[in-house]
């Protein structure tokens, strides 16, 4: 089930973030998840529409030094803006995810599947307030380089037996992820209220 990176930002986008309103919680976790795409379909780019190229060759050279092999990069039909690049690790069984968003920007993602259906995820993604399962690892840490996030996650990730990747199945387990990820949210029960901050409170006293 993943990746959680991905999930996180389209369950987080919808909510004006300055009002920093709990995305898990309410009708805003409810309306966001209702927009969103049970499964997706990867389609290769000809073209890719990659806004921060020299951020993504840095990054990709960061890859290919650590043993990732190019798995290709993608459109995804329901999400035209958003430039997908899959690099894959078979010795380390992990794969590695560039994002390059309008919205958001440029982000990266590593993820290793786990033999009992579990993953740990690492992303330079923001930190967003998502459920994350029981036995799962999701470490978002924008501050770090996406080299420096990979050392962090080779030391840090569950030592247990670990599910196969390789380049020629990347998409179609991205795919498969991704709807895995998406039917478990839209499972968990909806909680009627909303947390809030104290931002939020002050617009309100304001108006």
Same mark, same amino acid.
């Given at each position: !089930?993943?990746?959680?990176?991905?999930?996180?930002?389209?369950?987080?986008?919808?909510?004006?973030?300055?009002?920093?309103?709990?995305?898990?919680?309410?009708?805003?976790?409810?309306?966001?998840?209702?927009?969103?795409?049970?499964?997706?379909?990867?389609?290769?780019?000809?073209?890719?529409?990659?806004?921060?190229?020299?951020?993504?060759?840095?990054?990709?050279?960061?890859?290919?030094?650590?043993?990732?092999?190019?798995?290709?990069?993608?459109?995804?039909?329901?999400?035209?803006?958003?430039?997908?690049?899959?690099?894959?690790?078979?010795?380390?069984?992990?794969?590695?995810?560039?994002?390059?968003?309008?919205?958001?920007?440029?982000?990266?993602?590593?993820?290793?599947?786990?033999?009992?259906?579990?993953?740990?995820?690492?992303?330079?993604?923001?930190? !967003?307030?998502?459920?994350?399962?029981?036995?799962?690892?999701?470490?978002?840490?924008?501050?770090?380089?996406?080299?420096?996030?990979?050392?962090? !996650?080779?030391?840090?990730?569950?030592?247990?037996?670990?599910?196969?990747?390789?380049?020629?199945?990347?998409?179609?387990?991205?795919?498969?992820?991704?709807?895995?990820?998406?039917?478990?949210?839209?499972?968990?029960?909806?909680?009627?209220?909303?947390?809030?901050?104290?931002?939020?409170?002050? !617009?309100?006293?304001?108006?």
């Amino acid at each position: !089930m993943w990746p959680l990176g991905l999930v996180a930002f389209l369950l987080s986008w919808p909510v004006v973030r300055s009002l920093t309103v709990r995305l898990t919680r309410g009708r805003f976790r409810t309306q966001a998840l209702g927009t969103q795409p049970d499964r997706i379909n990867l389609v290769r780019a000809t073209q890719p529409n990659w806004r921060q190229e020299q951020l993504r060759e840095h990054s990709a050279r960061q890859l290919s030094a650590a043993g990732f092999v190019n798995a290709g990069t993608f459109q995804i039909r329901e999400m035209p803006e958003l430039t997908l690049g899959l690099y894959a690790n078979a010795q380390e069984n992990t794969y590695a995810m560039l994002y390059d968003h309008p919205r958001t920007g440029f982000w990266a993602e590593f993820v290793t599947r786990y033999q009992d259906g579990t993953v740990a995820n690492f992303t330079t993604l923001e930190p !967003m307030d998502i459920e994350v399962p029981n036995g799962f690892m999701h470490v978002a840490a924008p501050h770090l380089t996406i080299g420096d996030l990979w050392k962090t !996650m080779l030391a840090d990730r569950p030592a247990k037996p670990m599910l196969p990747c390789n380049p020629f199945t990347a998409a179609v387990d991205f795919e498969k992820g991704y709807a895995a990820a998406m039917a478990y949210h839209k499972q968990q029960p909806t909680i009627t209220s909303v947390e809030t901050t104290s931002d939020e409170e002050e !617009m309100r006293q304001a108006a």
